[in-house]
């Protein structure tokens, strides 16, 4: 037989349960809810990924036959980050080696593999201007494809630089590594021990029989 | 680092110390001061004989040994193009009376600072370096991309080249005009390439590329030998009129 104690005491611990139940269940939801508020405050990887609305962009187009460097214009779009811009830019101008018609043909998937900027401390750039120092991070696979020879390897430096100083006017000085390594020479001849300063690689001249040049 | 003087003085190479040491300039001969009146003439000395200059071309093969260079196609190596040519502008120079120093007359690997030495130790009036690659037209020549400066006696061996960079113009000016007196395109260029930096010579970097057909020219691979000597007979012409104007 149960009693009428018992009985009170059954329904008050009920009571408490689903009590607590309802209120184990709120906390949950407002913790939920200020989580998804975070989560939208806060910038997300898509979000850093995220591109902008098309740029016009200039690349410099080497041509191996005149020793010419051709500014061409391209609208793509870039995405926000400053690093990855300059990569992306620099991808099109690999991009454009690879194109059938190129005329600095060279068979490479993809020639870049990160570009980094160091600030260059001010009195140390022989441009007068503190700027910026790129790292351009070639890929082996670039380095592999690159036809060898003092022309065409000085083309590809020159073409890298002269777009990147175009489209970034900050950046004074230019440095290359392959595949994050250190390396003497892009295909057996331009050397890669040195860094180079941008902005001189822009004033380019078209090179003809008996005069002109790089 | 070491001083260069030293470092010669020891027999001890030049690139091994840091440094280069530009030849030494040419003393003009002292004037003749005029003979007071009254004074009985007395038979003058014989002025000093002035030894002009020596005029040495320096000829260095680019690669060698393990180091092949481009490959210029069907099997030949560029080393092995740069090898025959500097074989052919020696004995070219040497049929006009030009003396020749080469860097290699073999299939050897030698370190860009040996090439350097080898070309600082002759004090060449003109040294040149032979390319060769597949692409592009024509002749290609190069100069140090370093910023010209004053000559010291004391260069650094990494840019001791900048002491000599007006001079390589002029040296990259006598070729340009030579070539394209024998119809063949010819581009100029700045390049950072081993080991012109570190010579103290007028330098020259020539690489030859296949000639493109057109309307003056017709297509011949790097391996044509008649092409090959075509542009060694040109460089040859310009070398010997070098002869007259490089100590201007």
Request: hydrophobic letters at 45%; aromatic letters at 4%; a negative charge.
């Amino acid at each position: 037989m149960i009693s009428q104690f018992q009985k009170y005491l059954f329904f008050i611990m009920l009571v408490a349960c689903v009590t607590m139940a309802a209120f184990l269940i709120r906390l949950r939801n407002r913790a939920q809810d200020r989580l998804q508020a975070q989560a939208m405050s806060a910038p997300s990887e898509m979000a850093e990924t995220a591109r902008s609305a098309p740029q016009t962009v200039t690349l410099y187009v080497p041509n191996d036959l005149d020793d010419s460097l051709t500014a061409v214009e391209k609208s793509i779009s870039l995405p926000a980050d400053r690093n990855a811009q300059a990569r992306v830019i620099l991808e099109n101008l690999v991009e454009a080696y690879r194109a059938p018609e190129s005329t600095h043909p060279m068979n490479v998937a993809s020639g870049i593999v990160d570009v980094y900027f160091l600030a260059v401390p001010q009195g140390k750039d022989e441009t007068g201007g503190g700027g910026q120092m790129a790292v351009i991070d070639l890929s082996g696979a670039l380095a592999q494809a690159q036809p060898s020879g003092i022309e065409p390897e000085t083309l590809t430096l020159l073409s890298m630089m002269a777009t990147l100083h175009a489209n970034l006017p900050a950046v004074t000085q230019v440095h290359f590594l392959v595949d994050g390594q250190p390396r003497e020479t892009l295909a057996g001849h331009a050397d890669l021990t040195r860094t180079y300063l941008a902005a001189e690689q822009t004033s380019v001249q078209r090179g003809a029989p008996g005069a002109g040049g790089l | 680092m070491r001083w260069i003087e030293a470092a010669a003085a020891l027999g001890i190479a030049a690139g091994a110390a840091g440094w280069a040491q530009s030849p030494p300039a040419q003393n003009p001969p002292a004037p003749q001061l005029p003979q007071a009146p009254g004074v009985p003439s007395v038979p003058s000395p014989t002025p000093p004989q002035v030894q002009p200059p020596r005029f040495v071309v320096v000829v260095d093969a680019a690669h060698g040994g393990a180091d092949t260079g481009a490959q210029i196609g069907n099997g030949v190596l560029e080393k092995e193009i740069t090898l025959g040519m500097a074989g052919r502008l020696r004995s070219t120079l040497r049929a006009r009376g030009i003396e020749v120093v080469t860097t290699r007359t073999g299939d050897v690997n030698l370190a860009p600072a040996d090439r350097a030495e080898t070309a600082n130790h002759a004090q060449g009036a003109a040294c040149l370096t032979i390319h060769a690659t597949a692409t592009g037209s024509g002749v290609h020549l190069f100069t140090s991309s370093l910023t010209p400066t004053a000559n010291t006696r004391f260069m650094p061996w990494g840019t001791a080249q900048s002491a000599y960079v007006t001079q390589s113009l002029k040296l990259e000016s006598e070729i340009d005009s030579a070539l394209a007196h024998a119809a063949i395109p010819v581009s100029l260029g700045r390049a950072s390439v081993e080991p012109m930096d570190s010579m103290t010579c007028p330098e020259v970097a020539v690489e030859i590329a296949p000639l493109v057909g057109g309307h003056v020219t017709s297509a011949k691979p790097v391996t044509d030998v008649s092409y090959q000597k075509q542009v060694v007979d040109a460089v040859a012409a310009a070398l010997e009129q070098w002869r007259s104007d490089w100590r201007q």
